[in-house]
C-alpha cells in the first residue's frame, strides 16, 4: 500500500487478469511498469476491483489544482479476503495525497468438535475374524444358507463380543518385572485399603507401602543388573541396554 507515482487506469485486454474492471483514467508509462510487476507474482490492485464514482478514484491532486489522478494503490495477492476499497476524502491534514483504505472481509472462525468417546466395541482384525467360525455350535445337518438371516447375524455378534472381551482380559506381562514378593505386598495393601479405615489398618497400610517401596527398588536394581549382563554377553556394549531400560522407565 502506498503511492506509486503510476497511473494504472483502465483493462486494456483480457490477459491483464491481475486488474479489475472498475480502472480509471489513462494508463502512463510507469502505470504500464506497475502492471508488468502486478503479473510477475500473481498480485493484484485492489482499487480496480470496486466501483466507484470518479470523485472517490483520484487520490492525488496538483498544487494548482488542475490534475487528479490515482496513483495510490493497495495491493494483496488475495484479492478474496476483502470487501471494499474506499477513498478517504474529508481526512484534515495537510497533503495533496488523499488515503486509501480496504475492509476485510470477516471470515467466521471454525468451532472444534467435541470430542466424542466412542463406546462402540471395536471389531477385531481380519485375521482373528478367519480364524474364528461362528456356526460351529449349531447343528451340522443344517446348512449355512438355511439358517435365517438374524440369526446369523446374532450368532456373529456373540462371537465378536466374547473375543473383544477375551482380547482385553488377557493377560498383561509384567512391564517391571515385579518379584512375586513385591507383588505379595502389593495385593495385601490392595486388600487392607478395601477394608474401612481404621488406626490399625492405616498403621498397617503406612507400613507396607514402606516395605514395598524398598522392594521396588530391589527389583529395579536387579533388572538393571540383569539387562546389563545380557546385552554385555550379546552385543559387547550397553547402549541397547540403556534404550531398553529408558523405555520401561527404569533406566
Not at 4 to 33: M, T
Amino acid at each position: 500500500m502506498g503511492d506509486f507515482n503510476a497511473q494504472i487506469g483502465a483493462r486494456q485486454n483480457n490477459s491483464e487478469y491481475v486488474l479489475g474492471k472498475f480502472g480509471h483514467g489513462k494508463r502512463s508509462r510507469n502505470g504500464q511498469k506497475l502492471v508488468e510487476f502486478l503479473m510477475e507474482p500473481n498480485l493484484s490492485a485492489l482499487n480496480t476491483n470496486f466501483n466507484k464514482n470518479k470523485y472517490n478514484k483520484w487520490t492525488w491532486i496538483s498544487p494548482d489544482g488542475s490534475y487528479k489522478n490515482e496513483i495510490d494503490y493497495i495491493i494483496t495477492n488475495y484479492p478474496r479476503a476483502f470487501t471494499d476499497t474506499t477513498v478517504i476524502s474529508n481526512l484534515n491534514f495537510n497533503t495533496n495525497h488523499r488515503m486509501v483504505r480496504c475492509s476485510l472481509r470477516k471470515f467466521q472462525t471454525k468451532i472444534s468438535r467435541n470430542h466424542i468417546k466412542n463406546n462402540m466395541i471395536k471389531l477385531p482384525s481380519q485375521p482373528c475374524l478367519m480364524k474364528c467360525n461362528p456356526f460351529k455350535e449349531t447343528n451340522e445337518h443344517i446348512t449355512s444358507d438355511e439358517i435365517e438371516t438374524t440369526l446369523k447375524y446374532d450368532i456373529l455378534e456373540n462371537e465378536l463380543q466374547s473375543l473383544y472381551i477375551s482380547k482385553n482380559n488377557a493377560h498383561k506381562p509384567n512391564k517391571y518385572q515385579l518379584s512375586e514378593h513385591t507383588l505379595q505386598l502389593i495385593g495385601e495393601r490392595k486388600e487392607l485399603i478395601a477394608i474401612q479405615a481404621k488406626k490399625e489398618n492405616i498403621k498397617l497400610v503406612a507400613d507396607l507401602s514402606k516395605r514395598i517401596r524398598e522392594s521396588i527398588r530391589k527389583d529395579r536394581k536387579v533388572k538393571r543388573l540383569k539387562t546389563f549382563e545380557h546385552y554385555i554377553q550379546k552385543k559387547g556394549g550397553v547402549k541397547k541396554a540403556l534404550k531398553e531400560l529408558r523405555e520401561v522407565g527404569n533406566g
